[in-house]
C-alpha cells in the first residue's frame, strides 16, 4: 500500500508540476458607465463644460455624455484607470479598444486621440492614430512623423445613432512594425502598418476636439469602453 500510495502522490505532483499556468486575461479595462467617471485617469473638460455617466432610457443604462458647450475646444476624458491608478501602455504590445459613439452633431470635431506624451520636440507624432467626424463622415487618419496625415478609411454616419468602433494597435517606434486595424459595428474596414508609438508613449483621449468645433455645441455619448489583448473581448 505504501509503494502504491508513494506512486500515487508522485503521480499526482507530476501532474501538478505539468499542469499549465493560468492564462493571463485579455480584458485589460472595462470603462462601463455604471462605475462612473473614475475609470478614466483624469478628464480635460472644463466648466461650463462635463463628463457624466447618465442613463438616457434608451434602454442602454448608464452612458457617459461629453458635454462641449460653445467657446471650448475640447471635452475629453484621457487616459484609463485600473484598480486606481492610470494604466500605462507599453511599447511592442498589442491593444483592442472598443466603445460605441453617438453624437448630436455631424461635425462633431476629434472624438479619440491615441495622443502622445510630451509637447514640441518632446514627441515626433502628436498622435499616431485619430479619429474624427467632420462633414456628416466619420474618418480614421494615421499621422507619421512630420505631421503627414493620412486618412485611412471612411464612412458616412448619422446623428444620434451609436456606432461600435474597435481599433487594434500593436505598439511600435519603427514604422515597419506597428501596425492598426479597425473594425466598423462588427465588419473590418481597414488594416495598415506604420510607427504606432511616440518617444514617451501614448495613451487614450475619448470625447471631443478641435479648433474647428470650438463654436459648436458638441455632444460625444460614449458606451461599452472596453480595452483588452483580444478583438474578442471588446467586439
Known amino acids: 500500500m505504501r509503494k502504491r500510495t508513494g506512486a500515487l502522490i508522485a503521480a499526482a505532483s507530476s501532474l501538478v508540476l505539468l499542469s499549465p499556468s493560468p492564462a493571463e486575461a485579455s480584458v485589460i479595462w472595462d470603462g462601463d458607465a455604471s462605475r462612473g467617471t473614475g475609470v478614466f485617469s483624469s ?3 472644463d466648466s461650463p463644460g462635463s463628463v457624466v455617466a447618465q442613463d438616457n432610457n434608451d434602454g442602454r443604462g448608464k452612458v457617459f455624455k461629453f458635454n462641449k458647450p460653445l467657446g471650448l475646444e475640447r471635452c475629453e476624458a484621457h487616459g484609463i484607470s485600473v484598480g486606481g491608478s492610470r494604466y500605462t501602455f507599453k511599447n511592442n504590445s498589442t491593444y483592442y479598444l472598443g466603445w460605441d459613439t453617438s ?8 472624438i479619440f486621440q491615441w495622443k502622445s506624451y510630451g509637447t514640441g520636440d518632446q514627441h515626433q ?3 499616431p492614430v485619430l479619429m474624427k467626424v467632420e462633414g456628416g463622415v466619420l474618418k480614421l487618419f494615421h499621422i507619421e512623423v512630420g505631421e503627414k496625415w493620412t486618412l485611412k478609411w471612411s464612412t458616412r454616419v448619422t446623428t444620434s445613432t451609436y456606432k461600435r468602433i474597435v481599433l487594434g494597435i500593436h505598439t511600435s517606434s519603427s514604422a515597419s512594425s506597428g501596425w492598426v486595424e479597425a473594425y466598423y459595428n462588427g465588419s473590418k474596414v481597414a488594416s495598415f ?3 504606432t508609438w511616440d518617444d514617451l508613449g501614448n495613451d487614450t483621449r475619448f470625447g471631443t476636439y478641435g479648433a474647428e468645433v470650438k463654436d459648436k455645441r458638441v455632444i460625444n455619448w460614449i458606451d461599452g469602453l472596453k480595452v483588452a489583448t483580444s478583438y474578442g473581448d471588446v467586439d
Open 43 to 45: 478628464l480635460l473638460c
Open 103 to 110: 453624437t448630436n452633431t455631424p461635425d462633431a470635431g476629434t
Open 125 to 127: 507624432q502628436n498622435y
Open 193 to 195: 502598418s506604420g510607427r
